[in-house]
């Protein structure tokens, strides 16, 4: 069975970068496409984006100039890098397992970022 | 971007009744549309697929059918660990990836 987990600070200041990770156990991150997702507080989800297992990334166009995916073979872990945080990026950002482009089939619990001076 | 519209955003069900889910595109995804059940403090679970395919272990009572713009989410008698928030996501016409709003199916 996969597990995700994410992981990083709950709290980001306005302006800075907000860094987390995923890491994937019961399943090797070098096959399939690893996602992330959010969901602003009272509001729908929103798909960010994602690197596949050969290293390509496919970003949301709303998003694409301050989204870096990443990935860390070694650490069987993916990586969001989501730069000059605003108030509107307060949300719960959920890894999750995408398969090969297509439906997404795990996902993490999610953690939530909130973005507060 | 192809917008999912779903309704209703609740729906109110006695256990042991159906509930039907709608999903609708705002242009043709073919039959690319997955469901998704997420309970409180749970990570989403996927149900369907393919716009009718049951996932590995998913109970009978859960069909999903349709296909290019209008889908629709069955549960047939419906038990106590039903009750949750139902998605339902488009993966034909992408980036980006785009989902519903959510259907909220609450006991009544």
């Known amino acids: 069975q996969v597990q995700l987990q994410e992981s990083g600070p709950g709290l980001v200041k306005p302006s800075e970068t907000l860094s987390l990770n995923c890491t994937v156990s019961?399943?090797?991150?070098?096959?399939?496409?690893w996602t992330w997702i959010r969901q602003p507080p009272g509001k729908g989800l929103e798909w960010i984006g994602y690197i596949s297992h050969t290293g390509s990334t496919n970003y949301n166009p709303s998003l694409k100039s301050r989204v870096t995916i990443s990935v860390d073979r070694s650490k069987n872990q993916f990586s969001l890098k989501l730069t000059s945080m605003t108030a509107a990026d307060t949300a719960i950002y959920s890894c999750?397992?995408?398969?090969?482009?297509?439906?997404?089939?795990?996902w993490g619990l999610g953690t939530l970022v909130t973005v507060s001076s | 971007e192809i917008v999912m519209t779903q309704s209703p955003a609740t729906l109110s069900v006695s256990p042991g009744e159906r509930a039907t889910v709608s999903c609708r595109a705002s242009q043709s995804v073919s039959s690319n549309l997955a469901w998704y059940q997420q309970k409180p403090g749970q990570a989403p679970r996927l149900l369907i697929h393919g716009a009718s395919t049951r996932a590995t272990g998913l109970p009978a009572r859960f069909s999903g059918s349709g296909s290019g713009t209008e889908f629709t989410l069955t549960i047939t008698s419906l038990q106590s660990e039903d009750f949750a928030v139902y998605y339902c996501?488009?993966?034909?016409?992408?980036?980006?990836?785009?989902f519903g709003q959510g259907t909220k199916v609450e006991i009544k």
């Open positions: 999750a397992r995408q398969s090969y482009g297509d439906y997404i089939d795990y």
């Open positions: 019961g399943g090797s991150i070098s096959t399939y496409y």
């Open positions: 996501l488009q993966y034909n016409n992408w980036p980006p990836y785009t």
